[in-house]
T-cell receptor
């Protein structure tokens, strides 16, 4: 069966450190992989998209990698800040444009 | 004003009642989606629509129905609500343009409780 797995444990890190989140998938051949941020009580907000032929994508302090051989994406928040505290969702975009989401990883950045 | 709005934001209802959740968007997007979110399970797709005349079931459509009244409006109905439909419901939109980034834009959510 198809499965998307993100870090099951919440991530607690010190301000200024790098947070690394993992998204592993099985039985998907995604055209794209996306990352969203979700704050409590709010809808997810798109952050980054990486295509299957791209190894890495950056946006400000965010970096995403995509390894289709390992079937894994890593999401890095560098120089983390308390304002980065949120739940981060990975989502796989299939060729029919439907998104399948992971359960998310909650990140807390301590000042 | 928000690009994607949902009403109501919170609703408490009883088992067996008919409930309608509404979604409106001003983004001019053709594609609209309904998801539910449960703790530990992530977002799951209920129904989606690629244009006004196109309605498709998602992975968990049983017990739900939808109506795409216009490009801007997509409603989700629970014909006879049951307690395990208690969840957070999100509407989302997406551009259908080939050049689009394919990101989805989510509404603020409706928290539904079925007693």
């Amino acid at each position: 069966s198809q499965k998307i797995e993100q870090n099951s444990e919440a991530l607690n890190i010190q301000e200024g450190k790098t947070a690394t989140l993992t998204c592993n998938y099985t039985n998907y051949s995604p055209a794209y992989l996306q990352w969203y941020r979700q704050d409590p009580g709010r809808g997810p907000v798109f952050l980054l998209l990486i295509r299957e032929n791209e190894k890495e994508k950056r946006k400000e302090r965010l970096k995403v990698t995509f390894d289709t051989t390992l079937k894994q994406s890593l999401f890095h928040i560098t120089a983390s800040q308390p304002a980065d505290s949120a739940t981060y969702l990975c989502a796989l975009l299939s060729n029919d444009y439907k998104l399948s989401f992971g359960a998310g990883t909650t990140v807390t950045v301590r000042a | 004003d928000a690009d994607v709005t949902q009403t109501p934001r919170n609703r408490i209802t009883k088992t067996g009642k008919r409930i309608m959740l509404e979604c409106s968007q001003t983004k001019g997007h053709d594609r609209m989606y309904w998801y539910r979110q449960d703790p530990g399970l992530g977002l799951r797709l209920i129904y989606y629509s690629f244009d006004v005349k196109d309605i498709n079931k998602g992975e968990i459509s049983d017990g739900y129905s939808v109506s795409r009244q216009a490009q801007a409006k997509f409603s989700l109905s629970l014909e006879s609500a049951i307690p395990n439909q208690t969840a957070l419901y999100f509407c989302a939109t997406q551009s259908g343009a080939e050049s689009s980034y394919n990101e989805q834009f989510f509404g603020p959510g409706t928290r539904l409780t079925v007693l």
